[in-house]
């Protein structure tokens, strides 16, 4: 007879997944749910201000052009993606190895590699600031080598980030991802706000890294994180002590500028909301950089000012009795004195950054005149309240319209509002590098599409050829004139000194001095070429003059001094071509891709499959509208404030907001089966709304009421791409994924690479801001299509099954 079996005793855990939670947090081989959230928020937090801080040094490595900005953030989001991917793969296989002994290994492998960070965000700013011969020497970089840079540049924080975020995952419960998702969306605004507000100022970038690694560790390890921790904390507060006592950032800075200009010392750099600024010494002669680009030579007190007296005499010239004068750019050296000298009533003259001109005054003090008065304000805006002050003359002393910021200020917007603060035969003149007797295809494209947006504007424009392209437009047809004897006149009348003339002289001497600053062989040759290129209007909404000004640093920059136009057709610079040749029927490729595969899995028949590519696609295209929805709105606010540099912090971390507290809400309704379909119809109508939105808001001067429309505006994109999330994750768990939060996560980052790379270098630029989304709309159409067709069955199975 066999003894009978005990009867087990009852399980109070069985049936019950609250006590079934509370019992494995009580277990020590997992680690408690506290603990792996504050990970994550110190995972979203770091990853953030790497990202920022890698965005400001690719600026200032590439004179501030903002198409990095988008390289920055497609490369980190695409390198995010292929951590996720990798670690996704690891896990699945570690999973199954090690049982209930994972949850705990997954949390301290994610705290191990967090615990490098700092150190490799240190390594991330040396490639950003390294030059070698190998690169060109003193050169810049071209437009790939720069790119490249950006790439290698952004890759390890990225991602690792990725890794230990799906690591992070796997320390928790499977349905915990939406409550971790939100933990790094706030870690990010964490991230961006503390940036934006208070580290910018107080530590350098090389020494941030792992100062703020380690000020992380501590906090993880008081929520009750535990293994490797500590050894996060002292390698932190390690590599800051090290960094500190040999001032890293500073010998990486010296050696960045002695690379790029031998024989110059690096005196000063200071961050500023516009950019970095640099102040390079050399013979006594102070050079200011912005972003890597010049801004003004400051020579010493002694030095001659030809060239200065020459460019203030010409620009006078152009106006029959200038009284008063407006001067942007360049009023930190000799031109503003120059133009005092000969005999203005009033000036004033317009600096920006109010960092640049404390920069300035370490080396020369300006002039004390009381026609004199220095402004520090936006050019944009100052003009815009200046309607009717009836200025004789504007002068605009701008660099190349390298960045979106520059380019704002040579828009058929801009000019419109500088004409009406001109008087009612008033001057205006501005400029772009050109080639001295060479109008190469690239650098007439540049110059036509300028001459166009000014006729636009004015209804007569002269065009001065020489090593830069001078524009003059004026109100009053005739105002004008190139003619050397027409302005010599102009001058002698006004008894302007020149050098040794006498009174006698002056009038020869000065149309002497014009037939050598005029070309005019070379004037109408030029016209013509210009009038016969075809270039489209430069505007707010499409910034083509941009894309045109790219062109030619690149060519400069990467072509062969020995061919007649150099690198036009050939290396990147066919690149550029092609995105200049770039139209809205082109883009519809983009969601020709996205809705194919779905098209194919269902003629197929391949149901599951079919479906849960039209959810990961949902996911790709939300990622998608969130990035393209940001950039769109960054570029808005910059041409509305001036400024970006400074808000990117501030901007991002208003987009994550909304991207927690959509997945937060959106976790409500996910048992609701129109939730998605109701999220993604609202992106489409976002995208064809916003347009308007800017339209409205460019035609309002900025006031205090614009700075929180643009934060609520990208908080709004945000909040819609984070409420896809917990519908999406619901979804393919229902497909039998068994961690779809990873799958979701990995399509949405790379729907937003692909989605920050194409707006920011290829979309606004070519086609404008309003195609741009209208593209965007479509995409997220045919994704939803791609979705539906998941959810149908084929004709034939449906005969079958009836």
Not at 197 to 223: E, N, Y
Not at 702 to 719: C, R, W
Not at 767 to 784: H, K, R
């Amino acid at each position: 007879m066999q003894p009978c079996s005990p009867t087990p005793a009852p399980d109070p855990l069985r049936g019950n997944p609250k006590r079934q939670h509370v019992a494995a947090l009580q277990d020590p081989a997992t680690p408690p749910f506290r603990a792996v959230a504050a990970l994550v928020v110190a995972i979203g937090l770091f990853s953030q201000v790497a990202q920022i801080v890698m965005f400001r040094e690719m600026l200032a490595a590439c004179r501030g052009t903002e198409v990095f900005f988008g390289v920055v953030l497609a490369a980190g989001l695409l390198w995010t993606a292929l951590g996720s991917a990798a670690a996704g793969i690891f896990a699945r296989r570690a999973a199954r190895r090690l049982g209930r002994a994972w949850p705990a290994r997954a949390s301290a492998s994610a705290t191990a590699l967090f615990a490098l960070n700092g150190l490799l965000l240190i390594g991330q700013i040396a490639i950003a600031r390294h030059r070698s011969p190998a690169w060109g020497g003193a050169a810049e970089l071209t437009f790939m080598e720069a790119v490249g840079t950006a790439i290698l540049a952004t890759g390890p924080v990225a991602f690792l980030s990725g890794i230990e975020f799906v690591l992070a995952l796997n320390a928790a419960r499977p349905g915990d991802f939406s409550k971790l998702y939100q933990a790094d969306g706030w870690g990010a605004v964490l991230g961006g706000l503390l940036f934006t507000f208070l580290l910018v100022g107080l530590v350098d970038p090389v020494t941030l890294g792992p100062a703020l690694t380690s000020a992380l560790c501590l906090l993880v390890l008081i929520a009750g994180g535990r293994r490797w921790l500590p050894t996060g904390i002292v390698l932190g507060l390690g590599a800051t002590t090290m960094v500190t006592v040999h001032n890293l950032d500073w010998q990486l800075q010296s050696r960045h500028w002695r690379a790029l200009y031998p024989g110059f010392g690096l005196c000063a750099t200071v961050d500023s909301r516009y950019g970095q600024l640099a102040a390079l010494v050399r013979d006594r002669e102070a050079s200011l950089y912005l972003d890597g680009g010049l801004v003004e030579t400051l020579p010493p007190a002694d030095a001659p000012t030809t060239d200065e007296r020459n460019q203030a005499i010409f620009a006078l010239a152009q106006h029959p009795a200038p009284r008063q004068v407006l001067l942007v750019g360049r009023t930190l050296g000799r031109l503003p004195g120059a133009l005092l000298d000969c005999g203005v009533e009033g000036m004033d003259a317009l600096e920006m950054d109010p960092d640049l001109l404390g920069l300035a005054l370490a080396f020369s003090k300006p002039r004390a005149d009381p026609r004199l008065r220095l402004h520090l304000a936006d050019a944009r805006r100052f003009i815009k309240r200046c309607r009717g002050s009836e200025y004789d003359l504007i002068v605009l002393n701008l660099p190349d319209p390298l960045s979106a910021f520059v380019n704002r200020l040579y828009t058929v917007e801009f000019f419109r509002e500088a004409k009406e603060a001109l008087s009612w035969d008033g001057v205006l003149i501005t400029s772009v590098t050109a080639a001295a007797n060479y109008v190469g295809e690239t650098v007439g494209q540049l110059s036509a599409s300028i001459l166009r947006t000014l006729q636009g504007v004015f209804p007569e424009v002269l065009v001065v050829p020489g090593e830069s392209h001078t524009f003059i437009a004026t109100v009053k047809p005739g105002t004008t004139s190139l003619d050397p004897a027409i302005l010599g006149r102009r001058i002698a009348r006004r008894g302007i000194r020149l050098d040794a003339a006498s009174a006698n002289e002056r009038e020869t001497y000065a149309i002497a001095l014009f037939e050598n600053l005029i070309p005019i062989s070379q004037v109408d040759s030029l016209r013509r070429t210009l009038d016969a290129v075809e270039a489209p209007v430069n505007s707010d909404a499409r910034p083509i003059t941009y894309q045109f000004a790219l062109l030619v640093w690149n060519q400069v920059v990467s072509g062969d001094a020995s061919a007649q136009d150099p690198g036009l057709r050939g290396g990147t610079n066919a690149l550029f071509r092609a995105a200049l040749s770039f139209r809205f029927p082109h883009g519809l490729a983009l969601p020709a891709l996205v809705l194919a595969p779905g098209l194919l899995l269902f003629a197929r028949r391949r149901g599951g499959a079919s479906r849960a590519y039209g959810l990961l696609a949902v996911a790709a295209a939300t990622g998608l509208f969130g990035m393209a929805s940001e950039i769109i709105l960054i570029y808005a606010f910059q041409s509305t404030y001036g400024y970006a540099y400074a808000e990117v912090g501030l901007l991002v971390a208003a987009f994550m907001v909304g991207l927690a507290l959509g997945a937060r809400a959106a976790g409500r309704w996910e048992g609701r089966p129109s939730v998605l379909l109701g999220i993604v119809t609202t992106m489409a109508a976002y995208c064809l709304l916003l347009p308007l939105a800017l339209s409205g808001l460019a035609a309002v001067d900025a006031s205090t009421l614009l700075y929180p429309t643009f934060i609520a505006l990208v908080f709004a994109a945000g909040f819609l791409d984070g409420a896809t999330f917990p519908p999406l994750v619901q979804a393919l768990r229902q497909q039998g994924f068994e961690r779809p939060g990873g799958w979701v996560y990995a399509a949405d980052l790379t729907g937003s690479g692909v989605g920050a790379l194409l707006t920011g270098a290829l979309l606004v630029p070519a086609i404008g801001q309003s195609l741009a989304l209208v593209l965007v709309a479509i995409t997220l159409a045919a994704a939803l299509a791609a979705l539906a067709l998941g959810t149908m069955r084929p004709a034939a199975a449906s005969n079958r099954a009836a």
